[in-house]
């Protein structure tokens, strides 16, 4: 048992909830589709079943995951006032209702429809990203950290731009270029400078906290941030132009998302006492690692496909790349982190619930841990197997993947009901 925390700004009770849990039923949808019929996502991977899922993921787990995050770690880690007013539930339903409709249209390859649908989700992004803006200043944060949340606001308002046009494109044909390397430009812009810049900068205060550490501070933060903008901007005009650069731009990508490491390693050189309760190994912190592997492994095929000749072996690279930058690095990220930010939350409004009279029980004591354990095993297995699968067209080796992948969604949705029940729950003070 701990004690009660002092009377804190309270993060808004259902609205992150609600974020959540679309985000995870998202990510479940698009694993048991892929469970359900591994066939169909095997081969060639530019088709409308695959862009539906990795839509489910990219958009209905990992930026749902994020924005709902903001809502957290804005008063608990960032000291952003965040609160959730009627505008901001305005938002949540576009986004929704746009994700909602990309998905359902790219299933039926009705690529209008889809397009409309890009347009929707990122206005509702958009605002969401206005509120944030508003209050930034305000905020007591390094400004480097400042800068990767508003760049990553400000790429998000390109990528979701971009991404209505191809949806449009589809249909009435008016993009110059290649598809190919069009979607290209779009997916790494959202990718690389949205979700990666957005994750960086907040990792920057949350990581600390997961770990725990000291906070890192300075003019060294500045790094991520300029390469990652530089490296994802020259990235997107030179996959448009199809210009032979393209390779310098992806290293400086690689060199921004080596400054983020070198910090991160700064951080574990440098321990703070680990909390009451917490025990080792701490998934979250086993999720943050097998993040950084994936990025890196990632890191390389990115790097290996802007110098290679294009080749049916180059794209069985490319399933495997976007496997691991996508699900490897940030969709498990995004597993990891809702492993510490959740029970906080819960803890939070546990809190408030019993008018601050505690004693509390810990947060490190709310989640099931066996289950998270299993769930890292299962996300362990599932990344590199479902990369091998898409590579070398082995469909059994996809769908095991997928249910494992699925199998892990299932239980960490039940995990996080658990821990959530606490925030809900009105102690009886005998």
């Not at 989700?121 to 930034?136: E, T």
């Not at 690389?192 to 920057?204: D, H, K, L, P, Q």
């Not at 095991?400 to 960490?412: F, I, K, P």
Request: aromatic share 12%; charged share 10%.
């Amino acid at each position: 048992m701990v004690q009660a925390p002092p009377r804190p700004q309270l993060p808004p009770r259902w609205l992150p909830v609600l974020y959540f849990g679309a985000a995870h039923l998202a990510l479940a949808l698009a694993f048991g589709a892929v469970a359900a019929d591994p066939r169909a996502f095997s081969g060639f991977f530019y088709h409308p079943r695959m862009l539906a899922a990795v839509h489910l993921v990219t958009l209905g787990w990992i930026s749902s995951s994020i924005l709902g995050a903001l809502y957290l770690v804005g008063p608990i880690a960032l000291r952003l006032s965040l609160p959730a007013r009627r505008v901001d539930y305005f938002a949540f339903g576009l986004v929704m209702t746009g994700i909602i409709g990309m998905v359902a249209h790219f299933w039926i390859e009705d690529y209008p429809g889809m397009g409309w649908s890009a347009a929707t989700a990122g206005a509702g992004i958009m605002v969401v990203g206005g509120q944030v803006a508003w209050r930034l200043p305000q905020a007591k944060l390094p400004a480097a950290v400042s800068a990767h949340i508003a760049l990553a606001f400000l790429n998000v308002f390109g990528a979701a731009t971009m991404g209505t046009l191809v949806g449009f494109d589809k249909a009435y044909h008016f993009l110059p270029g290649y598809v190919l390397t069009n979607v290209f430009a779009h997916a790494h812009l959202a990718a690389i400078g949205w979700a990666s810049m957005m994750v960086v900068g907040v990792a920057y205060r949350l990581l600390p906290m997961v770990l725990p550490s000291e906070m890192p501070s300075g003019p060294r933060l500045w790094a991520s941030a300029v390469a990652l903008q530089v490296g994802v901007s020259g990235l997107f005009v030179t996959l448009l132009l199809r210009h032979r650069s393209v390779w310098v731009f992806a290293l400086i990508v690689v060199t921004g998302f080596g400054a983020f490491l070198s910090q991160v390693l700064w951080m574990l050189r440098r321990p703070r006492p680990k909390p009451p309760g917490l025990r080792t190994p701490d998934p979250a912190v086993l999720h943050a690692a097998a993040s950084a592997a994936s990025l890196a492994i990632a890191s390389a095929l990115g790097l290996y496909l802007t110098i290679a000749a294009p080749s049916s072996f180059t794209l069985r690279i490319a399933a495997a790349y976007g496997v691991f930058g996508l699900l490897g690095f940030l969709a498990q990220m995004v597993v990891g982190m809702e492993g510490r930010l959740l029970p906080l939350f819960a803890w939070y409004w546990a809190s408030a619930n019993s008018d601050y009279k505690g004693p509390m029980p810990s947060p490190h004591n709310m989640a099931w841990r066996k289950g998270q354990l299993l769930v890292f095993a299962l996300w362990l297995f599932g990344v590199p197997a479902l990369a091998g699968g898409l590579a070398f067209d082995a469909v059994p080796l996809i769908g095991a993947a997928a249910w494992c992948l699925l199998t892990a969604t299932v239980l960490d949705s039940l995990n996080v009901g658990r821990i959530l029940r606490h925030a809900f729950r009105t102690p009886h003070h005998g």
